[in-house]
C-alpha cells in the first residue's frame, strides 16, 4: 500500500461536525495490514460512503500511481488485460452484480452492519 501510505496516515481537516461539539466518531478498522480510524458516517451512512467512494474519486481525485496500485488487486485477463480491466471498474461503480452481488454495497452493508467491539476493535 506504498502508494496510499499517506492517503491512510495524513491528519484530516475535521472542522466541526454538526452537532455543534467539535468532535466526531471514529471507527477502528483494519484495511489489510493497516489500521485506520475512519469517520463513522463514512462507513454507516450508503449515501456519504458512495459519494467518497465513487468513479468520480477514482478518475478526478487518485493519481495515476494510486489508481496503477490499486488496479494490482483486479484479476488479470489474458487479453486486452488494461481494457478489461477498465470495464470491470466502470461496473464496479455502477453497482452491477458480480455474482453474489456488488463488491462495493457488499463492503458498505459489512462497515454498516458490523459492531465495532466484534470485529476487536473498540
Avoid at 70 to 80: G, S
Wanted: proline letters at 7%; glycine letters at 8%; charged letters at 25%.
Amino acid at each position: 500500500m506504498d502508494s496510499l501510505d499517506h492517503m491512510l496516515t495524513d491528519p484530516l481537516e475535521l472542522g466541526p461536525c454538526g452537532d455543534g461539539h467539535g468532535a466526531r466518531i471514529m471507527e477502528d478498522c483494519l484495511l489489510g495490514g493497516t489500521r485506520v480510524s475512519l469517520p463513522e458516517d463514512l462507513l454507516e451512512d450508503p449515501e456519504i460512503f458512495f459519494d467518497v467512494v465513487s468513479l468520480s474519486t477514482w478518475q478526478e481525485v487518485l493519481s495515476d500511481s494510486q489508481r496503477e496500485h490499486l488496479q494490482q488487486f483486479l484479476p488479470r485477463f489474458p487479453e486486452d488485460s488494461i481494457e478489461q480491466q477498465n470495464e470491470l471498474i466502470l461496473a464496479l461503480f455502477s453497482g452491477e452484480n458480480f455474482r453474489f452481488g456488488n463488491p462495493l454495497h457488499i463492503a458498505q452493508k459489512l462497515f454498516r452492519d458490523t459492531d465495532p467491539a466484534e470485529s476487536g476493535f473498540v
